[in-house]
């Protein structure tokens, strides 16, 4: 099988089950996003396997669980690529897998100091390109946002992106945590 197919040279897509629509569909936009999404926490979990500072135990930790999250996210972009996913059984992430956000939130937030201000993205390579995902993640959240507006779209989509990005957030100054690297502060500029 060849990886050009030319059936997308006049700005034309194929969906999932079948029918065609424009590149800048709103339902491309938001799938397409959740690939984006992917390709970064792709680049995420490169940097923390090769983070300094690190433990082993917290970096396969981290590793698998972004691992699960990469695969769930290959599952919404199937079900977002699909008019009628319910019909070609294609709803595949549930409340549960919210739930494990949830707790991995929880449990992560759990070993941090509390925030008392904003802070900026950055620390070390790992934690700055969870924070590229997380501004990923926020983008694939107003994308699915947008098609639910005049699609059906499961809430529970919305429901877990919008908890992926607060993933993203404390994973990130987790991994500076383990580095020994602290938040950074916003400063508001003074006159």
Known sequence: MKIYTKT???GETGLFGGGR????????ASYGTLDELNATLGVARAEIVRSAGVGDGFRSALDDLLGEVQNHLFDLGAELATPQPEQKGLQLINQGHVERLEAAIDDHESQLEPLKQF???????????????????????????????????????????NRLS?????????????????DT???KAVD
């Open 8 to 10: 997308g040279d006049e």
């Open 21 to 28: 629509v424009r590149k800048d569909d709103p339902r491309i």
């Open 119 to 161: 802070i900026l993205p950055g620390g070390s390579a790992a934690a700055a390109q969870l924070h590229v995902a997380r501004c990923v993640c926020r983008r694939a959240e107003r994308r699915i946002v947008t098609l639910a507006a005049t699609e059906p779209v499961r809430d529970l989509a919305v429901r877990y992106v």
């Open 166 to 182: 607060d993933l993203l957030f404390v994973l990130a100054r987790a991994v500076n945590r383990e580095a020994g690297l602290g």
């Open 185 to 187: 502060p916003w400063e």
